[in-house]
């Protein structure tokens, strides 16, 4: 049974960090190209970042490149998000997800994904 959660999401203010982290379990995460999305209220999800197998090769969205940072920890089976200088349009709902084969992994497509943790940026 493929599982992904997250956690690590919560409310900050403006110029904050957090740290979100995905668990994944049921398939071979060291094999797997990874990403985050997010998704605002009322707005179509949004990919965020991506990451190869190695964790050697990242891509960030332009709207959080320089304040975001992916890495993964594969023997954890464990895929995080830094998360620094946070604004208030970063607020949304973030979940992990594998890349879905066939499709550019820069893309809110995917084959599995967790539940999503919840960010809020507001003073």
């Known amino acids: 049974q493929v599982q992904l959660v997250e956690s690590g999401g919560g409310l900050v203010q403006p110029g904050g960090s957090l740290r979100l982290s995905c668990a994944v379990s049921?398939?071979?995460?060291?094999?797997?190209?990874m990403k985050w999305v997010r998704q605002a209220p009322g707005k179509g999800p949004e990919w965020v970042s991506d990451?190869?197998?190695?964790?050697?090769?990242?891509r960030y969205a332009n709207s959080v490149k320089g304040r975001f940072t992916i890495s993964r920890d594969n023997a954890k089976s464990t895929l995080y998000l830094q998360m620094s200088s946070l604004k208030p349009e970063d607020t949304a709902l973030y979940y992990c997800?594998?890349?879905?084969?066939?499709?550019?992994?820069?893309?809110?497509?995917?084959?599995?994904r967790g539940q999503g943790t919840q960010v809020t940026v507001s003073s």
């Open positions: 990451i190869d197998p190695s964790g050697v090769i990242t």
């Open positions: 049921g398939f071979t995460f060291s094999s797997a190209f």
């Open positions: 997800a594998r890349c879905l084969s066939g499709s550019p992994c820069d893309s809110p497509k995917y084959d599995y």
